[in-house]
């Protein structure tokens, strides 16, 4: 009998997790086989606001409607108690988001989500190290999306975890009939991407390459969000669910998001597997590191003070004039990814999504949130201090703190 494609590395995320997993190229196409296997067409997702443009689009294809949800203020993620009783009543799942690897209110949403019999989806593509009452995010829900992408850097890699054995070998088939055969350029971007990134790092050429990359149109987005096409968009709501419909938005900054990658880059993946612990050891250092400092958003120090560990994917400082000021950092060797501005009601309107009934926590915290890399916390320590970069403060009601659970990991990892 043939071994499932990835079982290797699936089984590697599943002695983390102790869920059964799938493996997937991407993070993306994990959450488009949940709703896919989950919602039938034309179901509503409650869903976080200030989230990548990408998700949005992986919602959209697979044929269902985006309902946007309220945000606490402190961390961008859904505030449970902020969405109407009306809205509850209404959606047929909840997709969180757990931004930056801040964990979603994943213990109140699964509670309503049991009450109302409606699946709960966990994106844990930033959270591959986060905890909530010392359960790993990615087992609260029916199903949860991980990312290699992000968190070892590399250019591939995704898992969706599951609840059991039979749902795994459904979702296999499923993957297996969305994959399309790898090509030799993928397999090759993908493995080489990571390291390239790395050497422009080590090289100190961060500022000449971003900057190139902007003036010769490389990149994808010429601001924080792709293009919308919003004509295209219309026309291909008729031939949702479709993953090829959607694909020029979807596939936005990982093309090979469904190639059947070869054995070099899931050789390479499973590698950069065996140093996650150490990965999020020196992450969770650079968390306190910038948790002390002026910029940290109070829910981020209140977490820090509960539980010094805390392998964040990024680190939600807020900013007075934060996008002047990312334009400076270049000038220090950092570039600033995964700002989510604006939200995604103000981004694609009313005919793609039902637009949250209180946007303005969204608006504040995406447009001062910026998002630090904690493996770069002294550089951008000193790359703030010498901007003399200014701290905002959220001055709405809703900035009061919500309880915080014990996100206090089972075993300590590494330190
Ligand atoms: C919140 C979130 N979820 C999911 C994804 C998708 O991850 P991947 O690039 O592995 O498809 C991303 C990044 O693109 C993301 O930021």
Request: glycine share 6%.
């Amino acid at each position: 009998m043939t071994m499932p494609y990835g079982s290797r590395l699936a089984a590697m995320m599943t002695r983390r997790l102790g869920r059964e997993c799938v493996y997937t190229p991407s993070a993306r196409l994990a959450l488009y086989l949940a709703l896919r296997h989950w919602c039938r067409p034309g179901a509503r997702v409650l869903m976080s606001p200030v989230n990548d443009d990408v998700i949005l689009f992986v919602v959209l294809a697979a044929g269902l409607r985006p309902v946007l949800a309220p945000v606490s203020v402190g961390d961008g993620n859904i505030d449970p108690a902020a969405v109407p009783e009306s809205t509850w009543r209404s959606v047929d799942a909840v997709l969180t988001t757990n931004l930056y690897g801040m964990p979603d209110r994943v213990v109140e949403l699964r509670r309503r989500c049991e009450q109302l019999g409606i699946p709960l989806f966990e994106d844990a593509a930033h959270a591959i190290g986060t905890h909530v009452d010392g359960q790993p995010i990615g087992t609260f829900g029916k199903a949860a999306a991980f990312s290699l992408s992000k968190h070892v850097a590399a250019s591939a890699g995704g898992f969706l975890a599951v609840e059991d054995a039979r749902t795994r070998r459904e979702l296999e088939l499923l993957r297996d009939a969305l994959l399309v055969p790898r090509r030799l350029h993928d397999d090759l971007a993908a493995t080489l991407r990571p390291l390239a990134r790395s050497a422009v790092r080590t090289l100190h050429l961060v500022r000449p390459v971003w900057r190139t990359m902007q003036r010769l149109g490389v990149l994808e987005r010429d601001d924080f969000r792709m293009a919308l096409h919003a004509e295209r968009l219309s026309g291909c709501a008729r031939e949702a669910p479709s993953l090829a419909a959607y694909e020029p938005w979807v596939r936005v900054d990982l093309h090979g998001f469904r190639s059947r990658h070869g054995a070099l880059v899931r050789g390479q993946l499973t590698l950069r597997m065996d140093r996650l612990d150490d990965d999020l050891a020196r992450r969770a250092v650079g968390v306190s590191l910038l948790s002390g400092t002026a910029w940290a958003s109070p829910a981020l120090r209140d977490r820090t003070a509960h539980n010094g560990h805390l392998p964040l994917f990024r680190v939600p400082l807020l900013v007075h004039d934060r996008n002047a000021l990312i334009e400076r950092l270049v000038s220090h060797g950092v570039v600033t990814g995964y700002v989510y501005d604006p939200p995604l009601d103000d981004y694609a309107g009313a005919e793609f999504v039902e637009p949250s009934p209180d946007p303005s926590a969204a608006r504040w915290f995406a447009s001062h949130v910026l998002p630090a890399d904690p493996l770069l916390a002294r550089g951008i320590t000193n790359a703030l201090t010498a901007e003399q970069a200014a701290t905002a403060h959220p001055s709405t009601p809703a900035a009061a703190p919500a309880p915080i659970p014990d996100t206090t990991p089972p075993t300590p990892l590494g330190q």
